[in-house]
Structure formats: C-alpha cells, structure tokens
C-alpha cells in the first residue's frame, strides 16, 4: 500500500485563526487527492477532491497540490469551533483504492 | 448527491452468532463499494473491495471466510460478521464510488458493532 503520511497533531489553534494540515505520499505516480474531515465518533465526510497542481478554494477551505514536492496541504480560514475533527489526506493508489494517512485531530479554541 | 446509508447504525449480538450490515447508494449507482474497519483513535482499516455481480477482494490478513462480502446489485452491498467474537467489535464503514469520479469514495455514515 501506498505511503501518505501527515503532520503529527493533534493541532490546537484559537477561533478565526488559520488551520494548516499537510500531507506527503510515497507513489509519484499518484493522481488524485482528497481530504476527508471525520466528527468523534462519526464516518468520514469528504471536503475536498484536488487532481492538479495549484490550489483549489471552497469556501473556507483551500487545498494545495504540489505534485513535484509529493505534497498536498489544507487550509481551514476562519477556523471555527464546528471545524474541530480529524482530517484525513487521502491519495489514490491500485483498483480505486484509497490510501489514507494516520489523520491530524484539530481543536479549534473558542 | 451522493448518498451513503447504513443500516443498522449499531448493533449488539452474542459471541457466536452472525450479524449483517447493510450499505446503500441512495441517489447513485456505486462502481466499487469498499468495507473498512476502524478501531477507537486508529485510522481506517480497508477490509475488502467489492463490485457488483463478482466477488470481493479481501485485503491480506481479512478472513473471507468470517467477514462475506455480497454485492448484489449496483446500490446494495452487505457484509456479515460469521460467528462474532469480542475482538470484532469495531466501527464499521462502508463506501461507494460512481461512474465519472471513480476515486472519490463516500462513506455511509457506518455501524457500530459490539459482540458481547
């Protein structure tokens, strides 16, 4: 299976701050990238889907894409207590598989 | 659009017996739908891919046996636990992908599931 680490959390940063959360992966060869956002307790929701390099912005959210550097980032602008979650990158890999990292647990302070 | 149920959301059943967790796409056909195992503070665990009308590929250490996988038709795949045990109780989630967006996987909203 493929390789995508994370930054180590868990990240704490106060209400309207900016949340960064980064991610690497092993397959150069990797084409599409995702971050899925996880509540305790609850199933994973996907937030965002970036396929080329660049940054792509919905919302409060932007995800950055550096193909080069094996590097894909999240930013969370206007961080507010509901953004409080895990967040798991999550690379392409064989047969539609996911290779998902370990996750970075946010806590956004009020 | 894209919509993942589960059912049911928990369960409780005795060490021995068989339980069956249900997954559907309600607004879509799914390709592939993926079963995965999650254990308190632990990443996801992908058990088994699986489409419709073939059977499942299990992730190595999965026992096909104990977990069987049936993916009948293009928006209901079950997964029944065979003679539980403790040990397998975990949170259990199950995802689709559909035609066009073949690597974005949606996830059910999962069933939690404790042997006793």
């Known amino acids: 299976q493929k390789e995508v680490e994370q930054n180590s959390g868990p990240l704490s940063v106060p209400e309207g701050a900016i949340a960064s959360l980064n991610c690497t992966y092993s397959d150069r060869g990797s084409q599409s990238f995702f971050w899925y956002r996880q509540y305790s307790g609850k199933s994973p929701e996907l937030i965002m889907s970036?396929?080329?390099?660049g940054d792509k912005e919905d919302g409060r959210f932007t995800a950055q894409l550096n193909k080069a550097s094996q590097y894909v980032s999240l930013l969370i602008r206007d961080s507010q207590p509901s953004d409080s979650a895990t967040y798991l990158c999550?690379?392409?890999?064989?047969?539609?598989?996911?290779?998902f990292g370990a996750g970075t647990t946010v806590t956004v302070r009020a | 659009g894209a919509v993942v149920s589960q059912h049911p959301s928990w369960v409780i059943c005795k060490s021995g017996t068989s339980v069956k967790i249900e997954c559907r796409s309600l607004d879509f056909q799914a390709t592939t739908m993926f079963w995965y195992r999650q254990f308190p503070k632990q990443s996801l665990m992908l058990m088994a891919t699986?489409?419709?009308?073939?059977?499942?590929?299990?992730e190595q250490g999965v026992e096909k046996d104990k977990f069987l996988i049936n993916h009948a038709s293009l928006t209901l795949s079950t997964l029944t636990v065979t003679s539980a045990h403790p040990e397998d109780s975990s949170f259990y989630i199950c995802s689709a992908t559909r035609a066009g967006a073949t690597y974005e996987q949606y996830f059910g909203p999962g069933t939690r599931l404790t042997v006793t």
């Open positions: 699986s489409n419709e009308g073939s059977k499942a590929t299990y």
């Open positions: 999550a690379v392409n890999g064989d047969d539609y598989k996911l290779s």
């Open positions: 970036i396929y080329s390099n």
